[in-house]
């Protein structure tokens, strides 16, 4: 009570301040007076009854001091003295204000937006309730397409009979659909989930219900629950949509709900839906066959469980399948499955290219920091004159370092205002980078998590500045007068200053190094050759097929529409040549499957191969200009019901034919897979060989390929490939006209220009290299900035000693070559330092290099004489300044 | 001359306390008086110790202050202590014989075992 009392009346008196003086001064003017009247009535003359009181009172400026301290905020009243002077003293050098507050501002704002970005996509907890329970599994085998198989239904139901661990595992199969009505028909991503999915995922709706164990089975209506984004894209977040009725396919489809914002994985789905809506997901193949693979598993870890249990039991259960079943695990493919954190797992292709963007953040704010720190110390030598005044007057050490705490953090506040800012704008880059390789992108915000990770940085930056500002010693009154004179801060300082420049430029090499290492990864990436002739193709993938009508009949009504549409695009003015097949040029297909040779036994151990089927109409390779290398193309005549025949890519005939001719020999699909499908295990006679395509990603592996005619097997997947005499994209709106004539209702997405799919596959190594870039080529302005600071401010302290030697004879050229050496020996310091830094560095990132090696000579040659240049720049102009020195003047200052 | 003392931490607001409890309203000047005499002058008061005590208890609301004529036709600042000031005065003044109690007791033996 009497402390909150005290409290307040403090409160007023600080905003009383003036008229309370006043009153004091009369309180203690009357005190005085009284005091000399009475000394005057005990007899004393009256000047020394004066100065008796005088003597008694102690100090009446010092009097007011104290009560002054008794009656506000002391503290508060005098740093928002500190304030105001901070402010004044930073008007007067607009210079360096402007430097310090634009150094920092970048600094900050590169940090701030890469750590809301890494926060969003790594650090963030999952929206999932208990989402650091949730484990992704993970089945694998060696060789290409065998990072993710999935798992089948069996193994699904022996993991969760068999792993105690797991409280709970929700199944869900990636599968699609095209989503008819309400505008124009789409194709959409769905995962088909088990009733129980929901709950282990622990998400909740946020309008309706979610699928239950009810829903699970044969008998019940198919239901759908709508992802959150979805919901908003296509339906305008309608809060009407729950019970309407949406047609998928041929099918008939209640929407029961929309789920809370979450992110999916392995890829994104735009709704969920009960297995009853696929009869091929609970058909007996699917339920009953331990190698038919298409299923996702996401398991939540029981009370008490932890993940080295569960992945001691996982790998348990493993084992004995292997064991029982060992038709299903060929031994030299390696299965192996993975236990990974849900949230890992989510952020786990984001991972490396985040981390490099951190680090390249977290250099641009080491070189800003080591600049401001520099510009700070020099300040602090050229003030040292005016700290010992104010030391000589009274203030402590500790109210000095108040006070330059207080400067410095108006300094970093102001940077950190300005950093947001950039922050807010530049956040854009990032984040569209990261949307590529994570699904969480979209919980990317400038929060205020990431708010106050900009201000304990800012905080911890004035700190640091605090720190290492020197400052006179308590009742040092001999500097006053040296002070005048003393500019160069003594050898102390200008160590630090000299390491701080070499350690900018290290990093600066460093920062350069990986974003030329980058940039050559992205340029050849562009340069790799497609294995096609011409980027002038138009690609438009038609999906005909209705996963409910799976019959001979509608394949050959289909096969007819796509060849209308191939007929009328072919008539099109531009259009050189129009092929059929199932997958566009340099799209990676998932139908692959294990293949043998005649006549090319595997050797013992060696894992069957694996080649992706595609489909080709004879037009296809001139259409997609994949050149013809061996024997024929396909002809009309290689229609259904005639001779299988097959044409094959390089990489297949040297992998199967390494000595041999291929062509005339047969090969075959084979594994147990193939009864799920309608692609048939004959043997097919080899016809042709084709030259190899980069099909998917252009970083990519080529991979073994088998071409069936169009017209001999079953059109799961369609599209036209279009070759144009001139300008590809122009014939965009004209062909798809042309297709929606055709077939009304049915989605045409994805139509690209092989220019386009090429640079789909460049594009994210393009904004890395751009992004990184940008953080080396602010570094290296930041750096410059430093070195000619550093040294203009050595030139300007040494004014006196370079006109003594001036006069004792040194000319011009002279002077001029001293400083450039104090400069440049700083510079190569640093460029060796850097370049060691920055073969380590690329080591570090050789999983984002392409094409270059980590110790690519010429990007490291070239980021020296780069550096080399600029900072030879950065000494020349402070060296002329040496160089305009007039003796006469330098030595009578 | 009798040896000068630095006014304790805490106890000058005791004796400004028990000075207007026995004198009635005074001035600073009266206080400072009062207690120099009380301590046959081994105490002084300077005003950046006076004044800064007087606010402090007037703060915490022991003490009232208004100005008036003194007694000599001057215009003064005038301190008298309010009723929760007496209880403070009672209640500091009780800590206060219980400590010396303590620190006496606490000096006397050590001093024997000397």
Redesign the interface.
């Known amino acids: 009570m009497r402390h909150l009392r005290a409290a307040l009346a403090r409160t007023a008196g600080f905003f009383s301040r003036d008229r309370g003086d006043d009153d004091l001064r009369d309180e203690m003017q009357a005190h005085l007076e009284m005091e000399i009247a009475e000394n005057i009535r005990r007899g004393m003359p009256a000047d020394a009854a004066r100065r008796q009181a005088l003597l008694a009172a102690g100090g009446l400026t010092q009097a007011v001091e104290a009560v002054r301290d008794q009656r506000g905020l002391p503290w508060l009243e005098s740093v928002g003295a500190d304030i105001r002077y901070a402010l004044r003293a930073l008007r007067h050098s607009p210079a360096f204000t402007a430097v310090v507050v634009g150094t920092l501002a970048l600094g900050i704002g590169a940090n701030t937006a890469i750590f809301s970005v890494v926060r969003g996509v790594l650090l963030k907890p999952l929206p999932h309730r208990d989402g650091d329970r949730l484990v992704y599994l993970r089945q694998s085998t060696d060789g290409p397409s065998g990072a993710n198989v999935s798992f089948s239904v069996p193994e699904v139901r022996e993991y969760r009979a068999g792993a105690p661990s797991f409280g709970g595992i929700a199944e869900y199969s990636p599968w699609f659909h095209t989503l008819h009505g309400d505008g124009e028909a789409v194709r959409i991503d769905v995962g088909l989930v088990t009733g129980n999915f929901f709950e282990v995922m622990g998400l909740s709706p946020v309008l309706g219900r979610l699928t239950r164990p009810s829903d699970d089975g044969t008998g019940v209506p198919p239901v759908m629950v709508l992802t959150y984004d979805f919901w908003l894209k296509r339906f305008g977040g309608d809060s009407g949509i729950v019970g309407r009725q949406l047609r998928l396919d041929g099918t008939s489809v209640t929407v029961i709900g929309v789920l809370q914002p979450a992110p999916f994985f392995p890829n994104r789905v735009d709704a969920l839906l009960n297995m009853v809506v696929s009869p091929h997901h609970l058909s007996a193949q699917m339920v009953g066959a331990r190698v038919h693979r298409m299923t996702e598993m996401v398991a939540r870890l029981a009370p008490g469980a932890t993940l080295e249990q569960a992945r001691r039991e996982v790998a348990a259960i493993h084992a004995r399948m292997r064991q029982d079943h060992k038709d299903a695990y060929e031994p030299a493919s390696n299965y192996r499955v993975a236990v990974i954190p849900f949230k890992d797992a989510l952020g786990e292709r984001a991972r490396l290219t985040l981390l490099l963007l951190v680090a390249a953040a977290a250099f641009v704010m080491v070189i800003s920091a080591a600049n401001v720190t520099n510009l700070t110390l020099m300040r602090g030598i050229r003030r040292e004159h005016e700290l010992a005044i104010r030391a000589a007057l009274g203030a402590g050490v500790r109210r000095l370092r108040r006070l330059l705490l207080v400067e410095n953090l108006v300094l970093t506040v102001m940077g950190a205002g300005l950093g947001i800012i950039i922050a807010i704008e530049g956040v854009q880059l990032p984040t569209s980078l990261a949307a590529r390789y994570s699904p969480r992108a979209n919980e990317i915000r400038l929060d205020s998590v990431a708010l106050a990770f900009t201000l304990a940085l800012s905080v911890g930056i004035a700190l640091l500045l605090s720190l290492v500002a020197p400052l006179p010693r308590e009742g040092t009154l001999g500097s006053i007068s040296a002070g005048v004179r003393r500019m160069t801060g003594g050898m102390r300082k200008q160590r630090l200053q000299r390491a701080l420049v070499v350690a900018q430029v290290a990093v600066s090499v460093v920062l350069l190094a990986g974003a030329g290492l980058l940039t050559r990864t992205m340029m050849q990436l562009a340069d790799v050759n497609t294995g096609l002739r011409t980027e002038e193709v138009l690609t438009i993938p038609v999906s005909l097929l209705d996963p409910t009508r799976v019959d001979p009949a509608t394949d050959a009504t289909n096969k007819e529409l796509y060849d209308r549409m191939r007929r009328e695009i072919r008539a099109l003015p531009g259009v050189i040549e129009v092929g059929l097949g199932s997958t566009m040029p340099l799209m990676r297909t998932a139908l692959a499957f294990d293949v043998k040779a005649e006549g090319t036994p595997l050797a013992v151990g060696e894992p069957i191969p694996h080649a992706d089927l595609r489909t080709a109409s004879p037009e296809y390779f001139r259409a997609a200009g994949i050149p013809l290398l061996k024997g024929r193309e396909f002809s009309t005549t290689d229609r259904a019901g005639s001779g299988r025949v097959v044409i094959i890519n390089r990489r297949f005939a040297d992998k199967l034919f390494p000595n041999g001719e291929p062509l005339g020999k047969r090969v075959a699909f084979t594994g147990e897979i193939l009864q799920f499908t309608p692609i048939s295990s004959e043997w097919r006679t080899i016809v042709g060989v084709v030259g190899n395509t980069q099909d998917g990603g252009l970083d990519a592996e080529p991979r073994l390929v088998v071409f069936a005619p169009f017209a001999q097997e079953f059109a799961i997947l369609g599209g036209l490939v279009i070759r144009a005499d001139s300008d590809a994209s122009a014939l965009v709106a004209p062909a798809t006209r042309i297709v929606r004539q055709i077939v009304p209702g049915v989605p045409i997405e994805n139509v690209m220009t092989i220019a386009q799919i090429k640079d789909q596959s460049v594009s994210p190594r393009r904004l890395n290299a751009a992004l990184v870039s940008s953080f080396g080529i602010l570094a290296v302005v930041i750096a410059a900035v430093g070195i000619a600071g550093v040294l203009a401010f050595s030139v300007s302290a040494r004014t006196n000693e370079i006109g003594i030697r001036m006069s004792l004879g040194a000319d011009r050229g002279r002077v001029q070559r001293m400083i450039l050496m104090e400069g440049g020996v700083l510079l190569a310091m640093g460029l060796a330092l850097g370049i060691a830094g920055a073969l380590l560095a690329a080591r570090v990132i050789r999983g984002l290099l392409f094409g270059v090696a980590p110790h690519d000579p010429a990007t490291f040659i070239g980021v020296a004489v780069m550096i080399g240049a600029i900072g030879m720049v950065a000494c020349w102009i402070p060296a002329l300044r040496a160089a305009r020195i007039d003796p006469a003047i330098a030595m009578r200052a | 001359m009798p040896e000068k003392l630095d006014v304790k931490q805490g106890t000058l607001a005791l004796m400004i306390l028990k000075t207007l409890e026995g004198l009635g309203p005074l001035?600073?000047?009266g206080v400072?008086?009062r207690i120099e005499e009380t301590s046959k002058n081994r105490l002084?008061l300077?005003?950046?110790?006076l004044?800064?005590a007087l606010?402090?208890l007037?703060?915490?609301?022991f003490i009232k202050a208004e100005w008036r004529q003194?007694e000599?036709n001057?215009?003064?600042?005038y301190y008298a202590l309010t009723a929760s000031g007496r209880k403070q005065l009672e209640r500091e003044t009780r800590e206060w014989y219980q400590t010396a109690d303590l620190i006496a007791a606490f000096l006397a033996p050590r001093r024997e075992a000397r």
Do not use: D, F, I
Not at chain 2, 46 to 49: A, E, F, I, R, V
Not at chain 2, 58 to 61: D, N, V
């Open positions: 001035h600073g000047y400072a008086r002084t300077n005003y950046g110790t004044y800064p606010l402090k007037e703060q915490e609301g003194s000599n001057r215009r003064a600042k």
